[in-house]
């Protein structure tokens, strides 16, 4: 099953959302162990997160931005021309959602559709 992933894997351009984060960061690593070219789009990451502490970012393309800014996230789609994306940027601290629901409500929500909407030209250049 492994080596059927690597396979799949393997020289695919893939654009992940939230990179930086510790789910994020392992899946670059995993990706890049598969052959893949990764992309990724987060916020900075934390000064002593396991993406930095792995110097994650020296192998892969490393995008640093807001999954709310529409913009910004489409020129880093369009740039990466990606054939697999993975969206794991999220606000997803419970707390910090009950102290700023409109924060988090942008990021979770807009944020998904903005990736919609950056991808929805991947698919109309496919047809």
């Not at 994650?56 to 800014?69: A, F, L, S, V, Y």
């Not at 959602?97 to 496919?126: C, H, Q």
Request: charged letters at 15%; proline letters at 3%; a positive charge.
């Amino acid at each position: 099953m492994v080596s059927d992933m690597q396979n799949f894997f393997k020289n695919k351009k893939v654009f992940i959302t939230g990179h930086t984060g510790f789910k994020g960061s392992w899946l670059c690593l995993i990706l890049q162990n598969f052959g893949a070219n990764v992309t990724g789009y987060s916020l900075p990451a934390l000064e002593l997160s396991h993406f930095n502490l792995l110097n994650i970012q020296k192998n892969i393309t490393h995008n640093e931005g807001d999954i709310r800014n529409l913009k910004s996230l489409q020129t880093a789609i369009d740039s990466a021309n990606p054939e697999i994306i993975f969206h794991l940027a999220a606000q997803p601290f419970v707390r910090r959602s009950y102290k700023n629901p409109i924060e988090t409500w942008e990021t979770n929500v807009l944020g998904t559709l903005n990736l919609f909407e950056s991808t929805k030209n991947l698919i109309l250049k496919m047809l």
